[in-house]
Protein backbone atom coordinates (compact mmCIF):
# COMPACT_ATOMS: atom_id res chain seq x y z
CA UNK A 1 0.00 0.00 0.00
CA UNK A 2 2.41 2.74 1.26
CA UNK A 3 4.81 1.74 -2.53
CA UNK A 4 1.48 2.59 -4.68
CA UNK A 5 1.01 5.78 -2.47
CA UNK A 6 4.91 6.41 -2.85
CA UNK A 7 4.41 6.35 -6.61
CA UNK A 8 1.14 8.13 -7.01
CA UNK A 9 2.67 11.06 -5.25
CA UNK A 10 5.75 10.70 -7.51
CA UNK A 11 3.60 10.26 -10.51
CA UNK A 12 1.28 14.01 -9.51
CA UNK A 13 4.96 15.75 -9.42
CA UNK A 14 6.10 14.53 -12.39
CA UNK A 15 2.55 15.34 -14.28
CA UNK A 16 2.63 18.75 -12.80
CA UNK A 17 6.18 19.49 -13.94
CA UNK A 18 5.43 18.31 -17.53
CA UNK A 19 2.30 20.03 -17.89
CA UNK A 20 0.95 16.59 -18.43
CA UNK A 21 -2.72 17.31 -18.89
CA UNK A 22 -4.09 13.86 -19.47
CA UNK A 23 -1.55 12.30 -16.82
CA UNK A 24 -2.60 14.32 -14.28
CA UNK A 25 -6.28 13.70 -14.73
CA UNK A 26 -5.34 10.20 -14.80
CA UNK A 27 -4.47 10.34 -11.81
CA UNK A 28 -7.06 12.16 -9.95
CA UNK A 29 -9.84 11.19 -8.34
CA UNK A 30 -13.99 11.16 -10.08
CA UNK A 31 -14.72 14.85 -9.54
CA UNK A 32 -11.45 16.75 -9.58
CA UNK A 33 -11.00 17.60 -13.06
CA UNK A 34 -11.32 21.27 -12.62
CA UNK A 35 -9.39 21.60 -9.66
CA UNK A 36 -6.19 19.68 -11.87
CA UNK A 37 -7.14 22.13 -14.87
CA UNK A 38 -6.94 25.04 -12.63
CA UNK A 39 -3.84 23.89 -10.72
CA UNK A 40 -2.18 24.09 -13.87
CA UNK A 41 -3.85 27.31 -15.32
CA UNK A 42 -2.72 28.93 -12.20
CA UNK A 43 0.97 27.54 -12.60
CA UNK A 44 1.47 28.45 -16.32
CA UNK A 45 3.63 30.46 -16.07
CA UNK A 46 6.25 29.10 -13.95
CA UNK A 47 8.98 26.43 -15.45
CA UNK A 48 9.46 24.10 -13.20
CA UNK A 49 12.71 21.99 -13.27
CA UNK A 50 11.24 20.11 -10.73
CA UNK A 51 7.94 19.50 -9.12
CA UNK A 52 8.02 16.02 -6.50
CA UNK A 53 5.81 14.87 -3.72
CA UNK A 54 7.57 12.96 -1.28
CA UNK A 55 5.63 10.89 1.09
CA UNK A 56 6.35 12.45 4.73
CA UNK A 57 3.20 10.38 6.91
CA UNK A 58 1.42 7.21 6.36
CA UNK A 59 -0.53 5.37 8.32
CA UNK A 60 -1.69 2.31 7.06
CA UNK A 61 -5.50 2.75 6.68
CA UNK A 62 -7.87 0.01 7.80
CA UNK A 63 -9.52 -2.86 6.26
CA UNK A 64 -12.22 -1.57 3.93
CA UNK A 65 -11.43 2.52 3.78
CA UNK A 66 -11.90 4.15 0.62
CA UNK A 67 -10.80 7.55 1.63
CA UNK A 68 -7.72 8.64 3.77
CA UNK A 69 -4.75 11.53 4.26
CA UNK A 70 -1.53 10.81 3.78
CA UNK A 71 1.60 13.92 4.88
CA UNK A 72 3.64 14.76 1.96
CA UNK A 73 6.78 17.22 1.12
CA UNK A 74 6.62 19.24 -2.08
CA UNK A 75 10.03 20.11 -3.69
CA UNK A 76 10.36 22.62 -6.61
CA UNK A 77 12.88 24.62 -8.34
CA UNK A 78 12.26 27.09 -10.82
CA UNK A 79 14.24 27.11 -13.83
CA UNK A 80 16.80 29.84 -13.91
CA UNK A 81 16.41 30.55 -10.52
CA UNK A 82 16.89 27.75 -8.02
CA UNK A 83 20.28 25.71 -6.95
CA UNK A 84 17.76 23.48 -4.77
CA UNK A 85 14.16 22.57 -4.25
CA UNK A 86 11.94 24.93 -2.27
CA UNK A 87 10.35 22.96 0.55
CA UNK A 88 6.56 23.22 1.10
CA UNK A 89 4.83 20.61 3.93
CA UNK A 90 1.33 19.85 2.07
CA UNK A 91 -1.33 16.95 3.19
CA UNK A 92 -3.13 14.31 0.28
CA UNK A 93 -6.42 13.06 0.04
CA UNK A 94 -6.64 9.76 -1.13
CA UNK A 95 -9.78 7.80 -2.43
CA UNK A 96 -10.07 4.55 -3.53
CA UNK A 97 -11.40 3.96 -6.95
CA UNK A 98 -12.02 0.85 -9.42
CA UNK A 99 -8.70 1.34 -10.65
CA UNK A 100 -6.68 2.58 -7.65
CA UNK A 101 -6.13 5.07 -5.47
CA UNK A 102 -6.17 8.62 -7.16
CA UNK A 103 -5.67 12.21 -5.93
CA UNK A 104 -8.74 13.85 -4.36
CA UNK A 105 -7.16 16.80 -2.81
CA UNK A 106 -3.39 18.34 -2.42
CA UNK A 107 -3.56 21.31 0.08
CA UNK A 108 -0.92 23.29 2.26
CA UNK A 109 -0.25 22.16 6.06
CA UNK A 110 2.37 25.49 6.46
CA UNK A 111 3.41 27.78 4.25
CA UNK A 112 0.73 27.90 1.07
CA UNK A 113 2.64 28.20 -2.55
CA UNK A 114 2.42 31.33 -4.71
CA UNK A 115 -0.17 29.42 -7.00
CA UNK A 116 -2.38 28.21 -3.80
CA UNK A 117 -3.04 31.78 -3.92
CA UNK A 118 -4.32 32.27 -7.35
CA UNK A 119 -2.79 32.14 -11.09
CA UNK A 120 0.60 33.38 -11.17
CA UNK A 121 2.34 36.04 -13.33
CA UNK A 122 5.69 36.15 -14.22
CA UNK A 123 7.91 39.63 -14.62
CA UNK A 124 11.57 38.73 -16.46
CA UNK A 125 13.75 41.09 -15.11
CA UNK A 126 17.33 41.80 -16.06
CA UNK A 127 18.76 40.28 -12.78
CA UNK A 128 15.78 38.96 -11.04
CA UNK A 129 12.48 36.79 -11.29
CA UNK A 130 9.11 38.31 -9.65
CA UNK A 131 6.08 36.15 -9.09
CA UNK A 132 2.96 38.25 -8.45
CA UNK A 133 -0.83 37.67 -8.39
CA UNK A 134 -1.81 41.27 -9.14
CA UNK A 135 -1.05 43.80 -12.24
CA UNK A 136 1.57 43.38 -14.51
CA UNK A 137 2.45 47.33 -13.91
CA UNK A 138 3.50 46.72 -10.54
CA UNK A 139 5.28 43.80 -10.67
CA UNK A 140 7.70 45.26 -13.70
CA UNK A 141 8.44 48.23 -11.50
CA UNK A 142 9.13 45.66 -8.43
CA UNK A 143 11.41 43.70 -11.60
CA UNK A 144 13.14 47.62 -12.15
CA UNK A 145 13.97 47.73 -8.21
CA UNK A 146 15.44 44.10 -8.05
CA UNK A 147 17.81 44.75 -11.26
CA UNK A 148 18.78 48.06 -9.28
CA UNK A 149 19.49 46.08 -6.33
CA UNK A 150 21.66 43.62 -7.29
CA UNK A 151 24.88 45.35 -8.57
CA UNK A 152 24.51 47.60 -5.43
CA UNK A 153 24.76 44.46 -3.32
CA UNK A 154 27.52 43.10 -5.24
CA UNK A 155 29.30 46.49 -5.12
CA UNK A 156 29.02 45.55 -1.17
CA UNK A 157 29.61 41.52 -0.91
CA UNK A 158 31.00 40.25 -4.49
CA UNK A 159 29.48 39.18 -7.62
CA UNK A 160 27.10 36.70 -7.59
CA UNK A 161 25.59 34.84 -11.07
CA UNK A 162 22.56 34.26 -8.84
CA UNK A 163 19.00 35.72 -10.15
CA UNK A 164 16.87 37.50 -7.54
CA UNK A 165 13.71 35.68 -7.04
CA UNK A 166 10.82 38.18 -5.58
CA UNK A 167 6.81 37.53 -4.80
CA UNK A 168 4.27 39.59 -4.57
CA UNK A 169 0.96 38.89 -3.24
CA UNK A 170 -2.13 41.34 -3.93
CA UNK A 171 -3.02 41.51 0.17
CA UNK A 172 -2.07 41.18 3.47
CA UNK A 173 -4.28 38.21 3.90
CA UNK A 174 -1.98 36.47 0.90
CA UNK A 175 1.43 37.29 2.63
CA UNK A 176 0.13 35.94 5.90
CA UNK A 177 -0.93 32.31 3.73
CA UNK A 178 2.07 32.35 1.95
CA UNK A 179 4.24 32.85 5.17
CA UNK A 180 1.72 31.01 7.38
CA UNK A 181 1.40 33.75 10.11
CA UNK A 182 -1.83 35.54 11.79
CA UNK A 183 -2.52 38.33 8.96
CA UNK A 184 -1.38 40.95 11.52
CA UNK A 185 1.95 39.53 12.29
CA UNK A 186 4.12 41.10 10.21
CA UNK A 187 1.85 44.72 10.07
CA UNK A 188 4.90 47.56 9.00
CA UNK A 189 7.18 44.88 7.70
CA UNK A 190 7.36 45.72 4.08
CA UNK A 191 9.40 42.31 3.18
CA UNK A 192 10.75 38.97 4.20
CA UNK A 193 13.89 37.31 2.90
CA UNK A 194 12.73 33.17 3.24
CA UNK A 195 15.59 30.79 2.93
CA UNK A 196 15.06 27.07 1.85
CA UNK A 197 14.93 24.64 5.52
CA UNK A 198 17.40 22.25 4.91
CA UNK A 199 19.32 23.83 1.74
CA UNK A 200 22.96 23.75 2.04
CA UNK A 201 24.58 27.31 2.08
CA UNK A 202 26.01 27.25 -1.01
CA UNK A 203 22.29 26.11 -2.88
CA UNK A 204 20.18 28.86 -2.10
CA UNK A 205 16.35 28.95 -2.98
CA UNK A 206 15.82 32.03 -1.22
CA UNK A 207 12.89 34.24 -2.00
CA UNK A 208 12.03 37.75 -1.06
CA UNK A 209 8.03 37.82 0.02
CA UNK A 210 6.71 41.49 -0.48
CA UNK A 211 4.17 42.42 2.34
CA UNK A 212 1.98 44.04 -0.39
CA UNK A 213 -0.03 46.53 2.11
CA UNK A 214 2.93 47.85 3.88
CA UNK A 215 5.44 48.25 0.91
CA UNK A 216 2.99 50.24 -0.76
CA UNK A 217 2.41 53.00 1.86
CA UNK A 218 6.70 53.49 1.26
CA UNK A 219 7.97 56.28 -0.86
CA UNK A 220 10.01 55.06 -3.83
CA UNK A 221 13.17 56.26 -2.01
CA UNK A 222 11.70 53.33 1.19
CA UNK A 223 10.63 50.70 -1.97
CA UNK A 224 14.71 50.75 -3.28
CA UNK A 225 15.89 50.60 0.35
CA UNK A 226 13.93 47.41 1.46
CA UNK A 227 14.65 45.57 -1.87
CA UNK A 228 18.07 46.10 -1.25
CA UNK A 229 18.10 45.42 2.00
CA UNK A 230 16.30 41.97 1.69
CA UNK A 231 18.54 41.42 -1.37
CA UNK A 232 21.76 41.57 0.82
CA UNK A 233 19.94 38.83 3.01
CA UNK A 234 20.14 36.85 0.45
CA UNK A 235 23.66 37.59 -1.16
CA UNK A 236 24.98 36.90 2.83
CA UNK A 237 22.87 34.01 3.73
CA UNK A 238 26.14 31.75 2.52
CA UNK A 239 27.92 33.10 5.60
CA UNK A 240 25.02 33.84 8.22
CA UNK A 241 25.01 31.12 11.03
CA UNK A 242 22.11 31.15 14.05
CA UNK A 243 25.04 32.61 16.06
CA UNK A 244 25.13 36.00 13.59
CA UNK A 245 23.47 38.44 15.97
CA UNK A 246 20.52 40.43 14.73
CA UNK A 247 21.77 43.60 15.28
CA UNK A 248 24.38 42.75 12.60
CA UNK A 249 22.50 40.71 10.20
CA UNK A 250 20.33 43.22 10.09
CA UNK A 251 22.83 46.22 10.41
CA UNK A 252 24.42 45.42 7.28
CA UNK A 253 21.46 44.99 5.21
CA UNK A 254 20.28 48.22 6.18
CA UNK A 255 23.71 49.57 5.70
CA UNK A 256 23.91 47.83 2.14
CA UNK A 257 20.28 49.77 1.57
CA UNK A 258 20.84 53.29 2.43
CA UNK A 259 24.54 53.36 1.12
CA UNK A 260 24.45 56.34 -1.79
CA UNK A 261 20.68 57.40 -0.56
CA UNK A 262 21.95 60.84 0.14
CA UNK A 263 20.01 60.71 3.81
CA UNK A 264 21.82 61.54 7.07
CA UNK A 265 21.78 59.31 10.02
CA UNK A 266 19.16 61.40 11.98
CA UNK A 267 16.66 60.89 8.31
CA UNK A 268 17.60 56.95 8.52
CA UNK A 269 17.33 56.72 12.76
CA UNK A 270 14.44 59.24 13.28
CA UNK A 271 12.37 56.93 16.08
CA UNK A 272 16.08 56.87 17.93
CA UNK A 273 16.98 60.14 17.32
CA UNK A 274 14.20 61.14 18.86
CA UNK A 275 14.55 58.76 21.59
CA UNK A 276 18.26 60.31 22.40
CA UNK A 277 16.14 63.94 22.75
CA UNK A 278 14.30 62.14 25.29
CA UNK A 279 17.28 61.28 27.34
CA UNK A 280 16.85 57.49 26.72
CA UNK A 281 20.14 56.43 25.32
CA UNK A 282 20.89 52.74 24.52
CA UNK A 283 24.21 51.06 26.53
CA UNK A 284 24.33 47.70 24.66
CA UNK A 285 23.92 46.20 21.21
CA UNK A 286 20.25 45.01 20.64
CA UNK A 287 19.38 41.67 21.51
CA UNK A 288 17.81 39.18 18.82
CA UNK A 289 14.16 39.50 20.71
CA UNK A 290 14.24 43.19 19.55
CA UNK A 291 13.48 42.73 15.95
CA UNK A 292 11.26 40.46 16.05
CA UNK A 293 7.59 41.19 14.23
CA UNK A 294 5.35 43.27 16.33
CA UNK A 295 8.06 43.96 18.92
CA UNK A 296 7.92 47.28 20.94
CA UNK A 297 10.78 49.56 19.98
CA UNK A 298 11.50 47.41 16.81
CA UNK A 299 12.10 50.55 14.65
CA UNK A 300 14.76 51.83 17.02
CA UNK A 301 16.33 48.05 16.82
CA UNK A 302 16.61 48.13 13.31
CA UNK A 303 17.83 51.72 13.37
CA UNK A 304 20.75 51.20 16.19
CA UNK A 305 21.63 47.93 13.86
CA UNK A 306 22.52 50.34 10.54
CA UNK A 307 24.35 52.56 13.28
CA UNK A 308 26.74 50.01 14.56
CA UNK A 309 27.85 48.66 10.82
CA UNK A 310 27.67 52.26 9.62
CA UNK A 311 30.19 53.27 11.96
CA UNK A 312 32.43 49.79 11.69
CA UNK A 313 32.58 50.88 7.85
CA UNK A 314 33.08 54.57 8.71
CA UNK A 315 35.85 53.87 11.38
CA UNK A 316 37.69 50.77 9.80
CA UNK A 317 36.71 50.88 5.93
CA UNK A 318 33.58 48.63 4.18
CA UNK A 319 36.02 45.91 3.45
CA UNK A 320 36.29 45.41 7.23
CA UNK A 321 32.59 45.73 7.85
CA UNK A 322 32.33 42.74 5.35
CA UNK A 323 35.21 40.91 6.68
CA UNK A 324 34.00 40.90 10.10
CA UNK A 325 30.68 39.92 9.53
CA UNK A 326 31.95 36.25 7.29
CA UNK A 327 34.32 36.08 10.25
CA UNK A 328 31.31 36.37 12.56
CA UNK A 329 30.31 33.11 11.04
CA UNK A 330 33.46 31.56 10.28
CA UNK A 331 34.65 31.37 14.13
CA UNK A 332 31.01 29.53 15.28
CA UNK A 333 28.81 30.51 17.97
CA UNK A 334 29.77 32.57 20.83
CA UNK A 335 32.92 34.02 18.66
CA UNK A 336 31.70 37.20 18.12
CA UNK A 337 34.12 39.29 20.85
CA UNK A 338 37.16 37.70 18.96
CA UNK A 339 35.71 38.14 15.84
CA UNK A 340 35.33 41.69 16.32
CA UNK A 341 39.23 41.70 17.74
CA UNK A 342 40.12 39.57 14.76
CA UNK A 343 39.00 42.22 12.25
CA UNK A 344 38.50 45.98 13.68
CA UNK A 345 41.65 45.19 16.83
CA UNK A 346 38.93 46.13 19.44
CA UNK A 347 36.37 43.78 21.31
CA UNK A 348 32.70 43.94 21.70
CA UNK A 349 32.76 46.49 25.01
CA UNK A 350 34.97 49.06 23.60
CA UNK A 351 32.98 49.49 20.24
CA UNK A 352 30.12 49.90 22.53
CA UNK A 353 31.22 52.26 24.10
CA UNK A 354 32.28 54.19 20.97
CA UNK A 355 28.95 53.48 19.42
CA UNK A 356 26.71 54.26 22.10
CA UNK A 357 28.69 57.76 21.83
CA UNK A 358 27.57 57.52 18.40
CA UNK A 359 24.10 57.02 19.00
CA UNK A 360 23.98 60.21 21.78
CA UNK A 361 25.02 62.42 19.26
CA UNK A 362 21.99 62.10 17.56
CA UNK A 363 20.05 63.89 20.18
CA UNK A 364 23.09 66.91 19.56
Keep these: MRESVVRLLSLRGRAVAARDTEGLLA ?13 LTRT ?18 PDGTDRFTVGAQLGYRLGGVDDYPALLERQVELVREAAGWRVARETPTGAAAPWDLGTVRVVEGGRSTVLGLGEGAELTALAALADHAVPAVEAVWGPSEARLLLELPITEQQFARRMDVAADAYQG ?25 AYRQLSDLGRRVVVTHEATHVATRADTRPWTPLWLSEGVADYTGYLDSGRTARQIAPELAKDVRAGRVPTALPVDAAFTAGAAGIAQAYELAWMACELIARRFGQDRLVAFYRTVGAFGEGGLDRAMRAQLGIGVAEFTRDWTGEVARLGA
Excluded: K, M, Q
Aim: charged share 20%; glycine share 8%; net charge negative.
Design 44 to 61: AGLRFTEYALRLTSFAEP
Design 189 to 213: IAAVTLAVGGAPVHTPADRIVVNPE
Design 27 to 39: LGAAGTEEADRDL
